[in-house]
């Protein structure tokens, strides 16, 4: 068919993210834009004239033309007109960022193989400029077979050449050329116009679907095909892979090489001195050294809180005290004095909401630590080490910042997995955020090491409780990494994403900043502590409160006449506070909650915890500081006598007298509320992000297994070690 110069009426602009394609759709379109919807998905379409008069329109930004995720599906069906209504377009703006050209090259020698008459806007000339590149235009543009022309988007430099060459653009097609990687495309281009052929379907499209397993594209071909298409892509597939390494592998190798090939001499880097930025970076992201620093600086942070939030957490404990004390005397001389309002109040409501809010302080002081290294840099260039890590468990970089958030809270964590764009990569990290430990594991922890853990220091400067606390940090992560690696292999297979990431200058940490995320923490943990185990709180008094006994009462009763009748003095006083004591554990061995610990006693038992912690614990399933709530309510309503938790898990005993509890059953304790996944609204959060409850139900299935097991194995172990 014969074309005019009036058939020229489309051009898509297509450009990796942050190259300034919005910045130049803007300066060419000015006015004239329109903003809609692509039928179907929610992903923006940006049209506008030029003003030769055609349509240009803004697809989204995207690395390549693999699709990952719904919007660069919409990038490749847009430029193979595969959009309802969205005829193929007659030219292609390529734009890349000329300070990062071999990364920015990989889309364009994909892009280049539809076969649209195409222009490459060479942007940022002046970023590249400055740090030192020389670029020979004329030769990118012999290698590359389209009009290269360099332009500064953002100042408006170079527009008017560039609208000049998209203006001379050939109206016919060239042939689709798959010249840049030859070696790549002989085998690959057969197979692929087989199956285009038997089953219509664009061959574009087909050869991406070969290549990219299990990707978007095979899945929005197989849609329309059915079953038939997967088995000739699987047939085909077989006799391609032959050698062993994948399609896509195969592609990388090929592109990257061929890039390298050219960029080697058409781009070259004048020797810039290295900056104290560069050689500090050097060894902060080392794959030895940085991983050291980053164990080192974390330990160290841990090992900071622990200590310092000490007489912070002495005052609010000697505050909650002086508050139980008043009430008490206030109900001592009134006629309510029956002792259950008084009892809800001191043992139930201060003994909850006190217990937790205790640990403010080292909450407070974690998010000191985290914002600061935050704002200063520090944590890109920690995402940028994880990324080789994480991609060993075939996750990427992408994952590190949902994972860091989880350390305050799981919910932010979950709902930063929103900007990884594959699918499989963002389940998993979903999967494997609540692992990490969250700032309501902290009373559990505090609680713990506080008690058993005892306070010698190594080497001079290394605290044992301090490296304990940080361990269950390192434990999340540790069991993170193969969780991760078999979710990958088995639920959630697909290749890791690439992660690309500018290092950000290092700089002051500003107080504004950190001030705002430390305050932002504190006040949900504040808010928690005032709402959820406020009422989890009077929920577990109640039932450790009712039903009250009234043998035990009226044989308390009993008692205490026997008593008065047959004693006198100080003996007298020291028989009744004993019987009291006595009735007391009795009230509470036949309440619900009572019963409740003793029939799940036999599930505990073998973790070396007493039915109080195994009731503590199955509390703790909604909200984990309850485990710390219900313990201060379990010895409350037990005991009148001022004790501390502390004092009282140490003073627990066998029958025999022996004490109950020593550092195997604490770390088996910890390790149990550092995998398991007692949070009702992570769970929530989980269901919703991850599209199905049964993910929520998978999670929490598999972290309360691992808790389990982990509590089981780390009870045992420490016991044989004699700890
Ligand atoms: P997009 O993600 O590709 O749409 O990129 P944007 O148009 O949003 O641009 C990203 C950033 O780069 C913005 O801050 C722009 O102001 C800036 N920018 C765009 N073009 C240039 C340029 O040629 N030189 C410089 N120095 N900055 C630019
Ligand atoms: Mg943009």
């Not at 364009?108 to 400055?130: C, F, R, S, Y």
């Not at 009892?343 to 002081?365: E, N, R, W, Y």
């Not at 009148?640 to 025999?656: A, H, I, K, Y």
Request: net charge neutral; proline share 5%.
């Amino acid at each position: 068919m014969h074309t005019t110069r009036d058939a020229f009426r489309r051009v898509a602009l297509i450009g990796n993210p942050n190259t300034g394609k919005t910045t130049l759709f803007n300066a060419l379109t000015g006015l004239s834009q329109r903003v809609g919807n692509y039928p179907g998905v929610t992903v923006e379409r940006k049209s506008g004239r030029l003003s030769s008069g055609a349509e240009i329109i803004d697809l989204p930004g995207t690395y390549s033309l693999a699709p990952k995720s719904p919007d660069e599906l919409v990038v490749l069906k847009a430029l193979l007109g595969e959009i309802p209504d969205e005829p193929v377009p007659d030219a292609l703006v390529l734009i890349v960022d000329a300070s990062h050209l071999s990364r920015n090259l990989y889309l364009v020698t994909q892009a280049l193989e539809i076969g649209i008459p195409a222009v490459l806007a060479l942007n940022m000339t002046d970023v590249a400029e400055k740090s030192g590149w020389k670029i020979d235009v004329a030769g990118l543009s012999r290698e590359l077979g389209v009009p290269v022309v360099p332009i500064v988007a953002s100042r408006g430099d170079g527009l008017d050449t560039l609208i000049g060459a998209i203006d001379a653009l050939p109206i016919e097609n060239p042939t689709p050329s798959s010249t840049m990687v030859p070696e790549f495309h002989a085998a690959l281009d057969a197979a692929a116009s087989r199956v285009s052929e038997r089953f219509g379907a664009h061959e574009f499209l087909v050869r991406r679907a070969l290549i990219d397993q299990g990707g978007s594209t095979e899945a929005s071909l197989a849609s329309r095909h059915g079953r038939a298409f997967i088995d000739a892509l699987a047939h085909e597939r077989t006799s391609l892979t032959q050698g062993g390494r994948s399609l896509a592998w195969r592609e990388a190798q090929a592109r990257y090489g061929w890039i390298h090939r050219i960029s080697s001499t058409l781009a070259t880097r004048e020797a810039r001195p290295k900056s104290a930025t560069d050689r500090i970076d050097a060894v902060i992201t080392h794959r030895v050294a940085g991983l050291a620093i980053f164990v080192a600086i974390m330990t160290l942070v841990f090992m900071t809180i622990f200590r310092y939030a000490a007489p912070l957490m002495d005052l609010i404990d000697g505050s909650f005290a002086a508050l139980s004390g008043w009430v008490s005397n206030a109900f001592a001389g009134s006629t309510l004095g029956g002792g259950l309002i008084e009892s809800l109040l001191v043992d139930g409501v201060i003994a909850g909401v006190g217990g937790v809010l205790i640990f403010l302080p080292q909450i407070l002081l974690l998010f000191v630590f985290i914002a600061i290294l935050e704002d200063c840099g520090y944590m890109a260039r920690a995402a940028f080490l994880m990324d080789r890590l994480l991609r060993t468990c075939g996750l990427s970089g992408h994952s590190f910042i949902p994972m860091l958030s989880s350390f305050a809270c799981a919910i932010p964590g979950v709902l930063a997995a929103r900007s990884i764009r594959s699918t499989s990569d963002r389940l998993v990290t979903i999967l494997v955020a609540p692992l990490m430990s969250c700032s309501a594991r902290i009373p559990v922890y505090a609680i713990m090491i506080a008690a058993f853990i005892p306070a010698t220091t190594m080497l001079g400067f290394l605290s044992l409780p301090g490296l304990v606390f940080a361990s269950m940090y390192f434990l999340g992560i540790v069991v993170a990494i193969p969780v991760a690696w078999i979710l990958r292999r088995t639920i959630a297979r697909g290749e890791a994403s690439t992660f690309v990431m500018e290092l950000p200058p290092y700089r002051m940490p500003r107080v504004r900043g950190v001030s705002l995320r430390v305050w932002h923490a504190g006040r949900s943990f504040v808010v928690r502590a005032g709402t959820i185990i406020f009422a989890m709180s009077i929920l577990i008094w109640a039932a450790g409160t009712f039903p009250r006994s009234s043998d035990v009462r009226e044989q308390a009763e009993a008692a205490r006449v026997q008593a008065e009748q047959t004693l006198e003095g100080e003996s007298l006083e020291e028989e009744l506070s004993a019987i009291d004591r006595r009735t007391a554990t009795e009230l509470l061995e036949r309440s619900a909650l009572g019963r409740l610990g003793h029939a799940i006693e036999p599930a505990v038992e073998p973790l070396g915890w007493d039915w109080k912690i195994g009731t503590a614990a199955v509390a703790a399933f909604p909200a984990r500081e309850v485990l710390v709530s219900t313990l201060n309510i379990l010895y409350g309503l037990e005991d009148d006598e001022e004790t501390g938790l502390v004092e009282r898990l140490r003073g627990e005993t066998f029958d025999d007298g022996s004490r109950r509890f020593g550092i195997p059953a604490a770390l088996s304790i910890m390790v149990f509320i550092a995998l398991c996944a007692q949070c009702a609204s992570t769970l929530a959060v989980m269901a919703r992000e991850a599209g199905s409850w049964k993910w929520a139900v998978f999670a929490f299935v598999y972290m309360t297994g691992l808790a389990w097991i982990g509590a089981f194995v780390t009870y045992r172990l420490a016991s044989l070690a004699g700890l």
